[in-house]
């Protein structure tokens, strides 16, 4: 029988218990291990019943337990010193307000978009690591006291739940979430009736949506939820699954999140006090229409549209997540049109505006397309990749948009993910050392204790792995009876090695079964066996990732190895929480430069757990032989991607074989590994506090927030105004910038050779129409020269005019060029606009260059 009808019975706690509702309500519980070890002394067998998860604990413990705790005085003093700390986090002074103290002028607040955010397991709203990376940023913020508001979607599915069938064929599950059986409050106005967030559609429909708070330490999130009964069935579903959908579907997502998200903060603002944010923030391509919100608003208070971009481009940063050009959001043209037309939202934005944002209107560019990253970062001044080799493949790959500039100089910088220690270490390891939030192990901890504890974690994860297994195998149809065999899967004292991610092809979820035979001898070697923990799950719509997913459920299958592989279904948080710190090595395979940063090494690092990885993402920067192994890639090398495979994975065996199980195998007389231990103190201490969101959130802060709050500051509506008609005006004009000719006279150096130390004087003629000299910077550009003369590890030298034109209206520019590199050494002179309010030179992607005829002279070679 089915109910007809479902609603929520909250559970009374006697007053004494009261400050346990507040404890469940704000997630910073999630990180925050004496909060979960008092919830699970509540009641053990629920706590494991609800997953660790506190609002599902107290909806299912009994009311006679709850009885015996109110009375019970030694609980009720824990109780009353976890209310007090959470009350002390909340209150405090921390980082962020003694910037502001000395000085730094900050934004008085940031709201921060992102189409999901894994904060906890008990709030599963995620996919994998681009919402986990937002859930981190969220807690470190918290932590530092950033006046941070997170906006995402409430999805009703959530992702999917993965299990299997019985031949490994990926099934997915997509549970109900009910809102309040989960950690949120909804927003409602002064009078109690829900805030509700509407957007106008094509064909005199609209959109609505509810707002959910989730506190997550002291920064909100706000969730929109188009579940809400004034919606018309479809416009219900708009919110119903995170990725999932058709086009249009996500189209609607993408508005309402972007447009929905400011009209919730605004709402959030209005009802809270809350200071409105100054500066908002993107998480990848899906939350832009933000700043067409932010426009929209700027235009009705009568600013014009060229205006009210310049005035939200100087607020907004960007952050692009993906160096896979089919990884980016992308809409057909007449379905952005049709939304945002006649009777569709932002009336007062023209479509052709809209349009005008995101089409990739440069050579390559697809003319029918909408590019949400092309509208990202037209409508943020500020943009980042996610590591410092993603922030280089980011700039190449964008440089269409920056014409005339060399991909150095696209104005897209990186800042490097990194990962919330109170979150992903083990309590075990945090006990150790000084533990979070510095991550550091002191180095009084002696070898034995800091390999007990590894052996610990590995045993905890052994026990894990089985009851999952078996969970498994139960739900893939096996008896009971014919599951003996897991009790033996796994042995806590064997080296492990731990994969687990999603399953994109990129990231290579089956390069260790390339050579089966291989493998095998690896798993069951007599003396230094290896034993392999993988999960993972595919997009639903993704065939070709589920046969992957296939392929290692069924060599895992195989009786003859599957004690020392195995796959376990539904990876996220929850799983990752054990993984992490039970293994040894942490591997991670993907085709070089295509992991933008990854994140799961970094969780691993910060559980002494060594890292067995690619150059790629963060590892490329931070990898030393102390902290792991680099797999040596075959990218460049060769285009054949089935040849790189293969050359990768024979590179993988055998560093193995040859480095990583006799390191581990490699016994003292007190039967502890040496060097292994060396490897683990070195990851803890050395490489845990680069890897930390602390440090990510910190220099978004001062190299991204900050700069972004003055350059809003800075444009009022009248600064606006102008700097929109400067821009419009040197727009029109800059056809007639010319560089006409350029003269060098060098002391010595006849026959294209000078010497080291000596000076050029340049002298350059440059043709500026009606702009002035103070519409323009006019650059020496010099540096090594290549073969083909291209310029490498340029410098920039201003060159001056002169006091006014020539008779033909030219300017004259001069300026010495100092030699100080020996060898093959050129330059060029270019023109760029230059306005006090631009952020770069490259802002408006205009330059002018020597031509052919020009550039005689110019670039000369010196030898
Ligand atoms: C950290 C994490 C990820 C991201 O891992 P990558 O290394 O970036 O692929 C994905 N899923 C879960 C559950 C995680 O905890």
């Known amino acids: ?373 092309v509208m990202g970062l037209r409508l943020a001044q500020r943009a980042n990749g996610v590591s410092t080799l993603h922030g280089a493949v980011s700039r190449e790959m964008f440089a269409g948009l920056w014409p005339g500039f060399d991909p150095e100089e696209v104005p897209i910088t990186s800042v490097t993910n990194g990962v919330h220690a109170p979150t992903w270490v083990a309590p075990e390891i945090a006990r150790l050392g000084e533990g979070p939030p510095d991550a550091t192990l002191s180095p009084a901890v002696p070898d034995a204790d800091l390999w007990d504890v590894r052996r610990l974690l590995r045993e905890q994860l052994v026990t894990e792995v089985r009851k999952r297994l078996r969970a498994s195998w139960l739900q893939r149809g096996a008896q009971a009876a014919e599951l003996g065999w897991i009790d033996g899967v796994l042995d806590p004292d064997v080296l492990t090695i731990g994969f687990a991610r999603r399953v994109p092809s990129y990231k290579r979820l089956t390069l260790m079964l390339r050579d089966r035979d291989r493998l095998t001898d690896l798993l069951l070697d007599p003396e230094r066996p290896v034993q392999i923990v993988v999960a993972g799950k595919a997009h639903p719509a993704d065939d070709g990732g589920k046969r992957l997913v296939r392929e290692l459920v069924r060599f895992a299958d195989d009786p003859r190895v599957r004690h020392r592989i195995v796959f376990l279904p539904d990876y996220g948080m929850g799983m990752a929480r054990k993984l992490y710190p039970g293994c040894d090595v942490w591997l991670n395979n993907p085709l070089r430069p295509l992991e933008a940063c990854g994140t799961s090494g970094m969780k691993a690092a910060l559980n002494g757990c060594l890292n067995l990885s690619v150059l790629d993402g963060w590892w490329d920067e931070w990898f030393e032989p102390d902290f792991g192994w680099a797999i040596p890639t075959a990218d460049g090398a060769t285009t054949d991607e089935n040849r790189r495979d293969e050359l990768e994975a024979n590179a993988l065996y055998a560093l193995i074989e040859d480095r990583v199980a006799p390191r581990f195998y490699d016994r003292g007389p007190d039967g502890l590994p040496e060097r292994w231990i060396e490897m683990v103190r070195s990851t803890l201490v050395t490489l845990g506090p680069k890897v930390l969101a602390g440090r990510m959130v910190r220099e978004y802060v001062e190299r991204l927030y900050e700069p972004a709050a003055h350059a809003h500051r800075a444009l009022d509506a009248a600064t606006a105004t102008e700097l929109a008609s400067w821009k419009y005006r040197t727009r029109t004009l800059w056809p007639y910038v010319s560089v006409d000719h350029v003269e060098a006279v060098s002391a010595t150096g006849a026959g294209g050779t000078a010497e080291l130390g000596s000076t050029l004087s340049l002298r350059v003629q440059a043709g500026l129409g009606e702009l002035r000299p103070d519409d323009v910077e006019v650059q020496a550009v010099a540096g090594r020269v290549g073969p083909d003369d291209t310029l490498v590890d340029a410098r920039t030298f201003p060159l001056k005019p002169s006091d006014g034109p020539d008779p033909e209206g030219r300017w004259v520019y001069e300026g010495p060029l100092a030699l100080d590199r020996t060898g093959p050494y050129g330059y060029t002179v270019r023109v760029l606009p230059a306005h006090p309010l631009l952020a770069t030179s490259a802002d408006l992607g205009l330059v002018a260059l020597p031509t052919e005829a020009t550039g005689e002279g110019a670039g000369v070679l010196l030898r």
């Open 1 to 373: 029988m089915k109910a007809i009808r479902r609603f929520t019975v909250r559970p009374v706690l006697p007053a004494p218990l009261q400050p346990l509702s507040d404890l469940a309500r704000n997630l910073r519980w999630s990180w925050h291990t004496e909060t979960r070890e008092l919830f699970e002394a509540v009641d053990p067998a629920s706590w494991r019943a609800a997953d660790g998860d506190p609002v599902g604990l107290l909806g299912s413990v009994s009311a006679a337990r709850l009885a015996e705790l109110a009375g019970d005085s030694s609980f009720l003093d824990r109780l009353t010193a976890a209310a007090a700390d959470l009350d002390t986090y909340l209150r405090g002074d921390r980082w962020y307000q003694q910037r502001d103290a000395e000085g730094a002028e900050l934004p008085a607040a940031v709201g921060y978009f992102s189409p999901e955010f894994g904060v906890t397991a008990a709030l599963p709203q995620y996919s994998g690591g681009l919402g986990i990376l937002a859930g981190d940023h969220l807690k470190a913020a918290s932590d530092l006291g950033v006046p941070l508001i997170g906006v995402g979607l409430l999805y009703r599915h959530g992702y999917f739940r993965q299990s299997l069938s019985r031949d490994g064929w990926q099934q997915e599950q997509y549970p109900v979430l009910d809102p309040n059986e989960l950690p949120l409050t909804l927003l409602r106005e002064e009078d109690g009736t829900p805030v509700q967030v509407v957007l106008s559609l094509p064909g005199r429909r609209s959109l609505r949506a509810g707002v959910w708070l989730a506190q997550v330490g002291r920064v909100p999130l706000l969730m929109l939820d188009s579940d809400v009964e004034e919606n018309g069935p479809g416009e219900r579903d708009v919110t119903d699954r995170l990725y999932g959908g058709g086009s249009e579907h996500r189209l609607l997502q993408e508005m309402l999140l972007g447009i929905g998200g400011v009209r919730a903060v605004r709402a959030y603002c209005r009802l809270t006090g809350h200071p409105a944010p100054e500066v908002f923030h993107t998480n990848e391509g899906h939350a832009g229409f933000l700043g067409l919100e932010r426009i929209r608003e700027l235009v009705d208070t009568g600013l014009g549209f060229e205006a009210a971009l310049e005035a939200v481009r100087a607020g907004t940063v960007f952050t692009t997540h993906t160096p896979v050009p089919a990884g980016i959001d992308r809409f057909d043209r007449e379905l952005v049109a049709r939304h945002f037309g006649e009777d569709g939202e932002l009336p007062g934005v023209a479509a052709e505006r809209v349009l005008g944002l995101g089409m990739e209107s440069y050579p390559g560019g697809e003319p029918n397309l909408f590019n949400m990253a």
